[in-house]
């Protein structure tokens, strides 16, 4: 294995060389610079000490993005614990569930999840704390008890003068292959795995960021979207960028595509990085709107002028953005292609990548100068990507990775591992692909998403439900099989269709439209023998793929 720095080490120096600068920021409220995080860090690090934490316990932290969730996240992992991120989206029961298969000793919770918990379905915590102040909300021995209530205390006799860089000094003894984090799957189907991630697969995926966006970065601000409990988000919204000395606001709220917009013109990030949904609700409420009228289009559709039109539209997109950032990079699902040939057409500096949690998470990726549109680009530094196909640029097979970013197994379960990685070291991804000649990676879908027709055709529902999604007033699609015949369930967009005064007969007869003219594109085996009408929006797992297990018997 190649020479490979300690992560700690890297949290360390940062700290130091960044001190006077800011850190993190919770979305209009308190910035902390990297003196105050080192403060609270070492503050937290006497806590866990005089509790009887010890090196290699699980601490787990469940709550929404904030400044106060990332300084406890930075000292579980530099006093050596293994930290156990959780998505707040969760539920109740999913929380218990993932504490108790963990065997965290801690829980830190922030304000919503710790009114919806039962301690007493936790049992082997020693203790809850709240992650606003750091409080706590149970404890379960006096060493905790006594720890919380004279941490000032203890912290002044210390350092009693003031603290300073020097004191700044973190566990980094860590082997490459050593635990730092588990982290739960959230998955559309069965109960979450806990996933075994090594610092080799931290850092990994540091070095590639540095090298893929290190020097094309124009500022230092970036805006945290994701939950940092999911490793896209917190790889490339987080430690990245903290590691680098950038400064990090984080959307302590459900980000809306009006607050999004908010921040992003308030912030000006230096990159983007989201989920697929994110970007097309932006790019369909705010631009598309402006351009599909009747004079725009025929001015695109002249040569000499579709340069100039082009351009402007860039530039409004651009700044929808905020206008100061290198690129936007997509990951985490299937990208809309009427969204993704649009952006190409304007250049929009966009590009998809693909990843996995097993692999904390990158694995293909492409700069947006060289990207290729329906691509989620190529096999990453430190990684080797291979497809399982006798012809793999032309036959899908699944999408195999292997390298330094591969996940130790799942936790507890190593019945599930050995289904996962193989001999080799190969992880089977699930995921169906093709490659190019050239490296690129196309996916074609999740091996388990997909159909076969009566006389044996693979279909892909991904692909008709990207189709059936830029039709008219669909918002969102699931392609599901009834016997052996495909149905789509369609969630319209009811409030556009309340302003052009549209009735349920309306929207049926509509979407009856839309399945002719879908059906004129597609081959027949994978033709739509009827649309229905959801109701309401699709279930979604936090980093916003449709939950299809729930939709299959409709």
């Known amino acids: 294995m190649e020479s490979i720095p300690s992560f700690n080490a890297l949290i360390e120096k940062s700290i130091i060389d960044h001190w006077n600068l800011d850190a993190l920021t919770d979305y209009k409220g308190a910035t902390l610079q990297y003196h105050d995080v080192a403060r609270k860090i070492e503050k937290l690090h006497i806590m866990f000490e005089n509790s009887g934490v010890v090196k290699g316990d699980k601490i787990a932290l469940c709550g929404r ?30 929380i218990h569930n993932i504490v108790n298969h963990s065997d965290a000793k801690i829980l830190f919770v922030g304000d919503v999840v710790a009114t919806v918990i039962d301690a007493t379905k936790m049992p082997g915590l020693e203790g809850i704390i709240y992650i606003p102040d750091y409080s706590l909300v149970v404890s379960r021995t006096d060493k905790l008890t006594y720890a919380r209530e004279h941490l000032n ?19 980094h003894e860590e082997d490459p292959n050593q635990l730092a984090l588990i982290n739960y799957t959230s998955g559309t189907t069965g109960f979450s795995k806990g996933v075994m991630i090594p610092y080799r697969a931290l850092w990994s995926n540091f070095d590639f960021a540095c090298k893929a966006m290190g020097a094309n ?47 992003f013109a308030d912030i000006k990030p230096t990159v983007i990085i989201a989920v697929p949904l994110i970007i097309e609700k932006i ?20 040569p000499v002028i579709n340069r100039r039109v082009n351009d402007r539209i860039r530039e409004q997109v651009v700044n929808a953005f905020g ?56 096999a990453v530094t430190h990684m080797e990507v291979k497809i399982a196909s006798p012809d ?18 799942y936790y507890k379960n190593e019945e599930a591992t050995a289904e996962t990685i193989d001999k080799d070291g190969w992880y089977h991804t699930g995921d169906l692909g093709l490659m190019d000649a050239y490296g690129n990676v196309f996916i074609k879908g999740r091996s388990k998403n997909m159909l076969l027709s009566s006389n044996g055709q693979n279909i892909y529902p991904e692909e008709i439900e990207d ?4 039709m008219q007033l669909v918002v969102e699609s699931v392609v599901i099989q009834k016997e052996d015949k495909l149905v789509g369930l369609v969630f319209p967009d009811f409030d556009e269709a309340k302003n052009l005064g549209f009735n349920r007969e309306d929207l049926v007869n509509l979407m009856e439209q839309n399945r002719q003219e879908l059906n004129k594109v597609l081959p027949p085996y994978c033709k739509l023998a009827a649309i229905k009408i959801h109701d309401e929006e699709f279930a979604k797992t936090p980093k916003k793929s449709i939950k299809r297990y729930l939709y299959q018997n409709e």
């Not at 006799?157 to 000094?169: A, D, L, N, Q, T």
């Not at 939950?227 to 680098?244: D, K, S, V, W």
């Open 65 to 94: 993005n904030s400044a106060c969730w990332a300084v406890a996240f930075l000292a579980t992992l530099t006093y050596g614990a293994v930290a156990v991120p959780i998505l707040h989206e969760f539920t109740a029961d999913q």
């Open 153 to 171: 205390e203890m912290f002044g006799r210390k350092y009693p003068k003031y603290f300073r860089k020097e004191h700044v000094s973190y566990y």
């Open 217 to 263: 970065l124009k500022g230092d601000n970036i805006i945290s979207i994701l939950p940092l409990a999911h490793m896209y988000g917190m790889a490339f919204e987080f430690t990245f960028e903290f590691l680098t000395g950038k400064h990090i606001f984080f959307l302590t709220r459900v980000p809306s595509p009006a607050i999004i917009a908010q921040a």
């Open 283 to 302: 790019i369909k409420k705010k631009v598309f709107p402006r351009i599909q009228t009747n004079s725009i289009q025929i001015l695109r559709q002249m």
């Open 323 to 378: 206008g100061n950032f290198y690129e936007v990079i997509i990951g985490g699902a299937a990208f809309n292609q009427d969204v993704e040939k649009f952006l190409k057409q304007i250049n929009f500096p966009y590009t998809v990548g693909y990843g996995a949690t097993e692999c904390a998470p990158i694995i293909c990726y492409a700069p947006w100068e060289e990207f290729v549109v329906g691509s989620c680009g190529k």
């Open 392 to 409: 793999p640029a032309n036959i899908p097979g699944e999408i195999l990775a292997r390298g330094l970013n591969v996940m130790l197994g």
């Open 467 to 470: 189709k059936l999604n830029s």
